[in-house]
């Protein structure tokens, strides 16, 4: 069974910085690429990063580029996304997940409980 465990959200006002943490268990993380997303009220859940396998390919959403960065450690199972310069329209619940491939940023259906960013003054 996959588990998904992220942590690092908060209250930031605009321009402020945050880093999110997601620890994977029950799948091979060392051989997956790794994905977070977001969805914010009201709307669908939307892609945000991806890292693949050995963090030789990363990409981020447009709106984020110059701001987000993923990154991984396969030996602590754990990715990362460090968010800064951050705006109000950041504001979302974040999911980290195991991803079906690298280039399809296609999640499988396991999801934690998220982690809440708030972006606020």
């Known amino acids: 069974q996959v588990q998904l465990v992220e942590s690092g959200g908060g209250l930031v006002q605009p321009g402020g910085s945050l880093r999110l943490s997601c620890v994977t268990s029950?799948?091979?993380?060392?051989?997956?690429?790794m994905g977070w997303f977001r969805q914010a009220p009201g709307k669908e859940r939307e892609f945000v990063a991806a890292?693949?396998?050995?963090?030789?390919?990363?990409s981020v959403v447009a709106s984020a580029k110059g701001r987000f960065t993923i990154s991984r450690d396969n030996a602590k199972s754990t990715v990362y996304l460090q968010m800064s310069s951050l705006k109000p329209e950041d504001t979302a619940v974040y999911y980290c997940?195991?991803?079906?491939?690298?280039?399809?940023?296609?999640?499988?259906?396991?999801w934690g409980q998220g982690t809440q960013v708030t972006v606020s003054s």
């Open positions: 997940a195991v991803l079906q491939s690298y280039g399809s940023k296609t999640p499988y259906d396991y």
């Open positions: 890292i693949s396998r050995f963090s030789t390919s990363t």
């Open positions: 029950g799948a091979a993380f060392s051989t997956s690429a």
